[in-house]
């Protein structure tokens, strides 16, 4: 029983490093696209903002043509960063 303790122990020591290298932010969470000649997206399912940016206008949409519109109901914040310069219906 000891020796099963110990080995255990022993895997549980090798292998915890790893493990804390994955409990920080992943790729998986965030979902992008693009929304305009020159615009981008950014969707995260961690924090539920959704994160506009990169130059010039964006394509008009209704609520349910948005690229963005899978995820309309966990959508808390919206940032709309510099150099947008309109915002689409």
Known sequence: MKRFVS??????????PL???????SSANITTGTCGPEVEW???ST???????????????THY???WSDFSDFIYYVEIEE???EIGD
Not at 7 to 16: H, V
Not at 50 to 60: H, R
């Open 7 to 16: 080995l255990f122990l022993s895997l549980f020591l090798l292998m915890w």
């Open 47 to 61: 924090t539920h903002i959704l994160t506009v940016y990169g130059n010039g206008a964006f394509y008009d949409y």
């Open 83 to 85: 150099g947008i310069t």
């Open 19 to 25: 493990c804390i290298g994955t409990m920080g932010a």
């Open 42 to 44: 950014e969707f995260d």
């Open 65 to 67: 043509s948005a690229p």
